[in-house]
């Protein structure tokens, strides 16, 4: 995962926990959401993370200091509405611990009590360790494969801490869908509200395009415009996983091109 952090002035002295950029890296580009992880008034700067997965976040990966990014738009989106909790447990799944670790500096900027469990598959792929030990009352690191010393997923630890009395009256769940649906089922059973933040196809960010579209309460809405964040216990995951995968074909497809055109260019140098 790369963090890159963007001056963007205007963005960075509207932007709140919850909201998000999308961007173009060139003029053949495709647009693409990203959250904003972090934003510093003073300085006029967006902070953004991001894994490579397709052409996209590749050509990003490419850029150097003092590079231009020819569109970055926002803030865009709601911002989160997190006031009036007491105790709340922010779960993040690996590249969405992006989007989580701002929750929980919100929350735990305006004397909410704030446990972070966060999930990744091993313990090289961490990120943020000191940032959301910093923004929380606690931190409990997960992997999969146990090689941080704490084996298992964030609905294990969540559940313990539930079952122990750790008393939430809000949890934020970010990540993976399947992650998210997880936490979900989970919370529903302890009547425990819970926010997820929905991140689906996204193009022109403004509601117009329609793509970005999921069931709410067994309503359409939009992602771009009426969240991210969205009631949980009322999102269609099943339709939300099943057009995550639209385009995933032609997003490898595009990849591997791009990757050719790349060892092309070394080839002929």
């Known amino acids: ?17 919850g909201q998000f950029i999308i961007l173009r890296v060139d003029e053949t580009g495709e647009r693409i959401p990203l959250t904003i992880a972090d934003y510093d008034r003073e300085k006029g700067t967006v902070t953004i993370i991001y894994q490579i997965v397709g052409k996209t976040t590749m050509l990003l990966d490419r850029l150097s200091t003092g590079d231009s990014i020819l569109d970055f738009i926002g803030p865009l989106g709601k911002a989160s509405e997190i006031e009036g909790y007491k105790k709340a447990a922010v779960i993040g799944g690996g590249a969405g611990c992006a989007i989580a670790y701002p929750q929980a500096k919100a929350l735990h900027a305006q004397g909410t009590k704030v446990d972070v469990v966060a999930g990744f598959r091993n313990k090289g792929l961490i990120i943020l360790e000191d940032e959301m030990r910093a923004a929380s009352d606690n931190l409990i690191l997960m992997t999969d494969d146990g090689s941080n010393g704490n084996k298992g997923f964030v609905t294990d630890a969540l559940k313990k801490r539930i079952e122990g009395g750790a008393g939430y009256d809000l949890v934020v ?86 990757k050719c055109h790349l060892m092309e260019g070394v080839d002929n140098a």
């Open 1 to 17: 995962m790369t963090l890159m952090v963007v001056s963007a002035p205007f963005i960075a002295k509207k932007a709140k926990a």
């Open 173 to 258: 769940a970010i990540g993976p869908l399947v992650m998210m649906r997880a936490v979900c089922n989970l919370t529903k059973e302890y009547s425990i509200k819970t926010i997820i933040s929905m991140n689906p196809i996204m193009i022109d960010g403004t509601g117009m395009c329609g793509c970005c579209r999921i069931t709410v309460g067994g309503k359409t809405k939009f992602a771009c415009v009426d969240g991210p964040d969205f009631d949980g216990h009322e999102v269609d995951f099943d339709e939300a996983i099943r057009r995550s995968r639209t385009y995933s074909e032609m997003e490898k497809e595009s990849a591997r091109d791009y």
